[in-house]
C-alpha cells in the first residue's frame, strides 16, 4: 500500500510538472526529462533511448487520463497502473547502481512534494477560516 501512494505521488508530481510547463510541446517535456534523467543516471545512449520510449508512454497514458471522466478512485487505479509499468521499464533497462540512484531521487522528490501540498493544506485552511 504505501508503495501504491508513493508512486501515485511520483506521478501526481510528474503531472504537475508536466501540466506547469503545458506551453510546451509534448516532445519537448519528454526530451527535458529524459536528459535530466540522463545526466543524474549516467546513461548510456541505448539506456537514454529506452528510459525515453519509456517516458513517452508514460506520459502519453497519464495525459490521456484527463481527457476521461473517472472518480477518484479509478483515477487513482489507472495512475498506480501507468506508474508501475513505467518503474518496470526503467527497472529492467537500469543498472542495480542506477536503480538504486533513482529511487533516492524519488524519494526525494517525494519530501517536496509532500512538503509543499503540507503547505497549500495549510494555506487553503487559514483562508477558509478568514
Known amino acids: 500500500m504505501k508503495y501504491k501512494i508513493q508512486l501515485t505521488i511520483i506521478l501526481l508530481f510528474c503531472i504537475c510538472t508536466a501540466h506547469k510547463m503545458y506551453a510546451q510541446s509534448a516532445d519537448s517535456i519528454v526530451i527535458a526529462?529524459?536528459?535530466?534523467?540522463?545526466?543524474l543516471l549516467s546513461l548510456s545512449e541505448n539506456q537514454h533511448n529506452s528510459v525515453k520510449n519509456?517516458?513517452?508512454t508514460m506520459f502519453s497514458n497519464t495525459t490521456s487520463l484527463q481527457t476521461l471522466n473517472l472518480n477518484?478512485?479509478?483515477?487513482?487505479?489507472?495512475?498506480?497502473?501507468?506508474?508501475?509499468?513505467y518503474h518496470t521499464a526503467l527497472k529492467s533497462v537500469l543498472t542495480a547502481e542506477q536503480w538504486d540512484t533513482y529511487k533516492v531521487a524519488c524519494e526525494q522528490t517525494e519530501k517536496i512534494v509532500?512538503?509543499?501540498?503540507?503547505?497549500?493544506?495549510?494555506?487553503y485552511t487559514l483562508l477558509k477560516i478568514q
Open 54 to 56: 519509456a517516458y513517452t
Open 33 to 39: 526529462k529524459t536528459d535530466e534523467l540522463k545526466q
Open 114 to 123: 509532500e512538503q509543499h501540498l503540507q503547505k497549500q493544506k495549510i494555506k
Open 72 to 85: 477518484p478512485e479509478e483515477r487513482a487505479t489507472r495512475l498506480t497502473q501507468i506508474s508501475i509499468g
